[in-house]
T-cell receptor, first 111, second 116 residues
């Protein structure tokens, strides 16, 4: 079957760095995405990796290793507003752009 | 605003009733998706529309669920004979149909459906 595994909760302090891991087992793979969702809000896109390596966007970076079926989201210089749920999602088909989502990691940033 | 909009924001219905949920995608986005999210869970894919192609209905959980997209824009998700397990937040998203930017999906605020 298809599955994405990520930790359910992570806690960190302001200014710190946190890494949220995601391992996947899917029928196909055409890229790994990350989305952020604040309580009661809509998911918002953070990043997309189709190839191995690190993608950096400001304080957030995302990494992919296709041989290991593994990726992570790295958040630096944590701020209180980063408290949210973070979802990894796999695109399984080149034509079908619908995503298969993990269950999400709830990040709590403490002062 | 130019984002994805959904209506209603909240819907409470009785078991056995039919409901219709509406999604207005971002203008010019040819791809439209419906997902649902149960409390504390990830998003579950339901259906995907791309341009004039036949929709991908592979995520619909039962034949009580159906969706239409009229004129390549507005979409309606219909749930017939609602059950309590249908209670969830139903999220609509849209994206540009092709190219690297198509990997970014823009989500609406969702419709919170409660079946009593």
């Amino acid at each position: 079957g298809q599955s994405l595994e990520q930790p359910s909760e992570v806690t960190a302090v302001e200014g710190a760095i946190v890494q949220i891991n995601c391992t996947y087992q899917t029928s196909g793979f055409y890229g790994l995405s990350w989305y952020q969702q604040h309580d009661g809000g809509a998911p918002t896109f953070l990043s997309y990796n189709a190839l191995d390596g690190l993608e950096e966007t400001g304080r957030f970076s995302s990494f992919l290793s296709r041989s290991d079926s593994y990726g992570y989201l790295l958040l630096q210089e944590l701020q209180m507003k980063d408290s949210a749920s973070y979802f990894c999602a796999v695109r399984e088909d080149t034509g079908r752009r619908a995503l298969t989502f993990g269950s999400g990691t709830r990040l709590q940033v403490q002062p | 605003g130019a984002g994805v909009s959904q209506s209603p924001s909240n819907k409470v219905t009785e078991k056995g009733k039919d409901v219709e949920l509406r999604c207005d995608p971002i203008s010019g986005h040819t791809a439209l998706y419906w997902y649902r999210q149960s409390l504390g869970q990830g998003l579950e894919f339901l259906i995907y529309f791309q341009g004039n192609s036949a929709p991908d209905k592979s995520g619909l959980p039962s034949d009580r669920f159906s969706a239409e997209r009229t004129g390549g824009s507005v979409s309606t998700l219909t749930i017939q004979r609602t059950q309590q397990e249908d209670s969830a937040v139903y999220l609509c998203a849209s994206s540009i149909g092709q190219g690297a930017s198509s990997n970014e999906q823009f989500f609406g605020p969702g419709t919170r459906l409660t079946v009593l």
